[in-house]
């Protein structure tokens, strides 16, 4: 009789290490996700810089000083926040993973699932 009392307080357990791990995982997906939303901030403008100096030989520097400036501007302005973006990105990733991996370390069952 002893054995169904014990089996019966370990389902809530597993419930609820289950739905922690899903969290967990939904987290480092989210991070995931703001990291390729980085990688296309930062992106955008070395390609915008590139059609620039291809372009460059139908313009004046100077001429255009007043337009490129700004843009340049704004170009560190957006590299700067994609390498914010991918740095946070890549810090919460090893953070999630240090937990699932003290999660698997504890529950040897859920090591098998995700292994």
């Known amino acids: ?16 290490v289950l739905n ?8 480092k997906r989210t991070s995931l996700s703001a ?6 901030v930062f992106a ?5 810089l590139s059609v620039l100096i291809a372009t460059s030989k139908s313009y004046e520097v100077h001429e255009v000083l007043h337009w490129l400036v700004p843009l340049i501007l704004l170009n560190l302005g957006l590299v700067a926040l994609g390498i914010y973006l991918i740095t946070r ?12 991996d003290k999660l698997k370390s504890r529950y040897a069952r859920l090591a098998e699932l995700l292994d």
């Open 35 to 40: 990291m390729r939303t980085g990688i296309a």
């Open 20 to 27: 922690e791990m899903q969290l967990l995982l939904a987290e």
């Open 89 to 100: 990105a890549v810090i919460r990733i090893r953070h999630y993973d240090q937990l699932i």
């Open 1 to 16: 009789m002893s054995e169904p009392v014990i089996d019966e307080l370990n389902a809530p357990l597993d419930a609820v």
């Open 44 to 48: 955008f403008p070395l390609s915008v």
